[in-house]
Every structure is written in C-alpha cells, then in structure tokens.
C-alpha cells in the first residue's frame, strides 16, 4: 500500500500549493470483516476532492461529512461504519480523521526515502470509541526521525493510546525489459495495479516514454550497461525483447540481483535453455537465482490476446509475492485476508 500513501502526500502537496486544507482517513481498527483491512487510507481535500479509498465505495461518503469537523476545528476523531446492516461484510470499521499537515521537512525527506527505496513506518495513536481529540493523530517514522501529520500531536501524551503501526516496504517496482506492443499493454496493467514502472528499451529503438501509459521511466541503454543497483525484493523484472541473446545478456547483467521475480516469455524449454548458457556465462551463480526465473511468464487462465497475458503475468507476480497459490476464491476455506 506504499504506492496509495505515495499518492495521497502527492495529492495533499498539491492542495498546499493551492492552499487548500487536506484531511486523512485512515481505517485503524476493525471488529470482524470489510472490504478493506486496517492501514488503508484516503485524504479529502477542502473542495470535495478525494484521494485514495478506504472500501469499495459505500463508506467514504460518510467519512467526507465526518471530516467537516476536522476541517472546522482542526481536531481529530474516530467514527464508526458498521458494515453489519448496509454492506454485508459482518463488520465494524474505526476510522481516524484527522488534519494533514506535516512539517514543512517531510515532504524532502518522503521523497529522499522513496527514492532510496528505503521503509519506512507509519504509527497511529487512537482510542476506540467515537469520539474527538488532539491527542489521535498519525507519525511517520523516517530513518529514526518522526513527522507528525496532524500538528497537534507534538504537544500531547500517547502513552495511554491504541496504536496501529504498520511498516511501509519500498513502491512495489517492475521493469519491463523490451519495447514492443506487448510491453505497452503489460505497462498499462502494471501501472494500474499501483506499481512503478521501468521500460528498458534497446538504444537502436527510437522509443518515447509518453508510448507507454503508466510508465514512470524509460531507460534506453545495454545489457552491458544497465544499472540493476536499486533492483531489490520488491522488484519484478519481465524480458519481453523477444530475442534470445538480448535475453540471456540481460540475465548476466540480473544474475548478481536478487529481485522479487524473474519472468521470460516462450515456451518452458526457451527458459532451460536459458539458464543453461546463462551458468556458463556465470560460474559461480547463486543456484536460489535460478527459481527466480518464471518462464513461461504467467498463469495458466487461457489467456490470448496481449492485454489477457498481461493480466496473466501481473497475476503472476502478485502471486509469488504474496506467496499465494492461485486458486478460485470460491474454493477457499475460511476468510479470505489472513489474519495478521
């Protein structure tokens, strides 16, 4: 959920410039079961605007006449939505509204910890019971550095608080390597999941970044002088060159990484074959390197057209990071979101 929060700081900076007030919702506690989980987040803006969703839709227009208070007196609150009677999900959210306006510093250093890829924590300091305060609020932790979002927080004690804390992994990265059709549709997909976006492309393609919808970058260099640096256990790397030395010598340049998920296209005997000049190149490979490699990239839900293979491989991948075997959830036992 990294990349909702990346994107309600964007939207409250902006409100700012427009001096505009911004309040944020945060679901932090739950009695039995709803759309959504606590930790997520949505931010309302003083001209209606929202950002961010914090169910499938029923809730939220309750929060926003919730949030007139908050925009009016500057204190926060915890409401209810009991999901019992109107939704059918059998269960009771706690939602903490309150002011977002960080220090001026903390939107220099979100951004720096972005960048660096880099966790970071948000801790939520509640009672539950509906009720108004300036004691709740929210703090993001930042390399041992806190940044209150509701300013009143500075001046109150917490000891006697609830706390929902919640650990904020780097944005989930993928980088397509390849810049033909089928990039531009798994790009779309990938992009609407919520994640970021790398397109690699060949310096002999005449390629622009506005050709793929979604994509933050589009870097246009070698396999010989790539930098997989960043790439790390939230990124996700698909090569789509449809050339198999441009494949292998990418996999030389990855071979030192160790990303979420590898995945190559063709069929299985296209990936052994791979891997097989790929150790000749790379004596001392990392034998755990290679279960990284997916190939054929995908799952097996009949999927034809290019957009039906992105879903495939997005799928895919959300999979095996969320260390889940596919299956209809009509066939699963008991709840459908562990317990954490």
């Known amino acids: 959920m990294t990349h909702e929060f990346k994107n309600i700081v964007k939207a409250a900076v902006e409100a ?140 109150q004690k917490l000891d006697n608080k609830s706390i929902f804390s919640q650990t904020m992994p780097p944005c989930f990265k993928l980088i397509i390597i390849g810049a033909e059709h089928d990039a531009v549709q798994l790009c779309k997909y990938a992009a609407l999941t919520g994640w970021e976006v790398i397109i690699v492309s060949n310096i002999k393609e005449a390629k622009s970044l506005k050709e793929f919808p979604g994509a933050e970058t589009l870097w246009t260099t070698t396999p010989e002088t790539v930098d997989f640096s960043l790439v790390d256990q939230q990124t996700a790397v698909v090569l789509m060159t449809h050339n198999f030395a441009y494949d292998l010598r990418y996999l030389v340049a990855l071979s030192k990484c160790h990303p979420n998920y590898i995945g190559v296209l063709g069929p299985a005997r296209r990936r052994e074959d791979l891997l097989s ?25 009949g999927s034809e057209t290019p957009q039906e293979i992105a879903v495939s491989i997005v799928s895919e991948i959300l999979a095996i990071t969320r260390n889940k075997h596919p299956m209809s959830l009509s066939e699963k036992q008991g709840r459908i979101h562990q317990e954490k």
């Open 16 to 155: 700012k410039k427009r001096r505009l007030k911004s309040v944020l919702a945060s679901v932090v506690d739950l009695d039995g079961s709803s759309y959504r989980r606590p930790g997520v987040r949505m931010l309302i803006t003083e001209n209606g605007t929202l950002t961010g969703a914090v169910s499938g839709g029923c809730v939220e227009k309750e929060i926003v006449l919730q949030a007139e208070s908050v925009f009016k007196t500057g204190e926060a609150k915890i409401m209810t939505y009991d999901g019992r009677y109107r939704l059918g999900c059998e269960g009771v959210l706690y939602i903490l509204i309150e002011p977002f306006e960080p220090h001026v510093s903390f939107e220099s250093v979100f951004k720096t910890c972005l960048m660096l890829r880099k966790s970071f924590q948000l801790k939520s300091y509640y009672e539950k019971e509906v009720k108004m305060s300036k004691a709740f609020g929210t703090v993001v932790h930042i390399d041992n550095e806190l940044y209150p979002l509701n300013p009143h927080l500075e001046n």
């Open 277 to 301: 000049q790929l150790m000749t190149y790379c004596l001392e490979l990392d034998t755990e390197f290679l279960d990284l490699v997916h190939g054929p990239a995908g799952l097996n839900i």
